[in-house]
């Protein structure tokens, strides 16, 4: 398994220029190796994972920096190369940065910039090394941050966040609750060159109104009563890295105008603050809501949708992408084995059957939830028992509704999922794909509340 330290090949016939160069590039969180030939380097390279690979353009034998730069290239592996040369033989090191070298240095090396290069060549290894483990998604041989399945609809999704993550563009994540909008967001961090900086997440339909402007932009001390100190906004704390604005249509009208201008101007206000503070951040901000609609209704600005939605990544139901669903059960049944600490091999035939039948209003979230369910109760490595509530949906899915009013339809699904999950509103909403606030303004309207 890789560490979490840079390894970095030097390689020089000249043990005194060798020497140097490690010097001047040791740091804790890297590992530095060293070879006086290209044959030992090739070795070394063949059996290390080389994040950076700096080479004498010319070395003794038959191997020299170009074909150590031709090896690299042809593994295909995440390994950017510098190039050191004389004088004599520039155009001999721009010829290489032609066939994919980072850069070059000529002798005598200067120090500062060799630091320079070897960290901008660091952080692209870094992007690159990030891209490979998306790729690896994108062929199915593995799940990228739990994201899984290999439908075209899904496959859609990868390439726009292998475009989108590394570049620092405004993204709008849109799709029904439980389709995996969170991990879409993990995904586009992870993936981008702010993999290092902070993740912030924001669920913009749980923070009470009264607290959302201190919550996103901060406070200075005595801004409102009980404001005993000066505190940061979440815009702030992810400075450096990226801000996931979860939930976005949820924000109140009256605080949109302060958001756009954070989104156009990078910079934020304290709330009681006389000054603006300058931020480095990107935004991610998803919805399940249909956001033209609101600016329609006069609920959401029309120009802060468009900043919100520079790039937009729209993420199919489960109902839309029916072929992932065993590759899904496949992949929830490993862990819950492990976290039930017994075999669990997969569903029936008649259990599968039924989960692809079945419409998933839930998606994602549901299937979950529904194995667990399975596999808490049932002892058996094949699991069988759907649940209940699957099976009275499907038969309500089934069922000639003509004549029912809406109203009763829609009271009847909202009092069953909410009894589904225990009475646990948040739950409820996600599966619903409705905001916890409509949930509850819909239980006052039938009295449940």
Not at 46 to 67: R, S, V
Not at 152 to 174: G, H, M, N, Q, Y
Not at 223 to 239: I, L, M, N, V, Y
Not at 382 to 394: G, Y
């Amino acid at each position: 398994m890789r560490d979490n330290k840079d390894h970095l090949l030097l390689v020089d016939d000249e043990v005194a220029q060798l020497e140097a160069l490690k010097e001047v590039l040791e740091a804790d969180d890297r590992v530095i190796h060293t070879a006086q030939t290209g044959e030992q380097a090739k070795r070394l390279f063949e059996k290390l994972e080389i994040d950076l690979l700096i080479a004498d353009l010319m070395l003794p034998g038959e191997i020299g920096g170009i074909e150590l730069l031709e090896l690299a290239r042809a593994q295909e592996t995440s390994t950017e190369v510098i190039l050191v040369t004389g004088h004599g033989t520039v155009d001999n090191a721009i010829e290489a940065m032609k066939k994919g070298a980072y850069d070059y240095l000529t002798k005598p090396v200067d120090i500062r910039r060799l630091r320079a290069v070897t960290e901008k060549a660091l952080e692209v290894s870094h992007m690159l090394r990030r891209q490979r483990e998306l790729e690896s998604a994108l062929r199915g041989e593995s799940g990228f941050m739990g994201i899984i399945g290999e439908s075209p609809a899904i496959v859609r999704v990868f390439e726009r966040i292998k475009a989108v993550a590394p570049i620092d563009s405004t993204v709008l994540i849109t799709g029904e609750s439980g389709t995996g909008k969170e991990l879409v967001a993990d995904a586009i961090h992870n993936v981008s060159r702010r993999a290092e900086g902070p993740l912030v997440k924001v669920n913009c339909s749980a923070i009470p109104e009264s607290l959302m402007e201190s919550e996103l932009f901060g406070h200075e001390k005595g801004a409102f009563t009980g404001a005993t100190d000066s505190r940061p906004g979440k815009f702030e704390q992810s400075s450096g890295g990226t801000i996931v604005l979860d939930e976005i249509g949820d924000v109140p009208l009256r605080l949109q105008p302060k958001l756009l201008r954070v989104l156009e101007n990078s910079t934020v206000e304290r709330l009681g603050g006389r000054g603006t503070k300058q931020l480095d951040l990107r935004v991610v901000s998803s919805t399940n809501r249909d956001l033209d609609e609101a600016v329609r209704k006069g609920e959401f600005r029309q120009d802060l949708l468009y900043r919100l939605r520079v790039v937009t990544i729209d993420l199919p139901p489960l109902r839309c992408r029916k072929e992932d669903i065993p590759r899904l059960v496949e992949y929830f049944l490993k862990r819950l084995s492990l976290q039930l600490r017994r075999e669990i091999e997969g569903l029936s035939e008649e259990a599968m059957a039924v989960f692809m039948e079945y419409e998933w209003p839930g998606n994602i979230r549901e299937l979950k939830h529904a194995l667990e369910q399975m596999a808490i109760f049932s002892p058996d490595p094949i699991l069988s028992n759907v649940p209940e509530t699957i099976i009275k949906k499907r038969t309500f899915e089934g069922a000639n509704l003509s004549g029912i009013p809406i109203r009763d339809l829609e009271k009847q699904a909202i009092l069953e999922t909410l009894k589904e999950f225990g009475g646990d509103k948040k739950q409820a909403a996600e599966a619903l794909g409705i905001g916890l606030r409509t949930l509850y303004r819909k239980l006052e309207e039938y009295g449940e509340i």
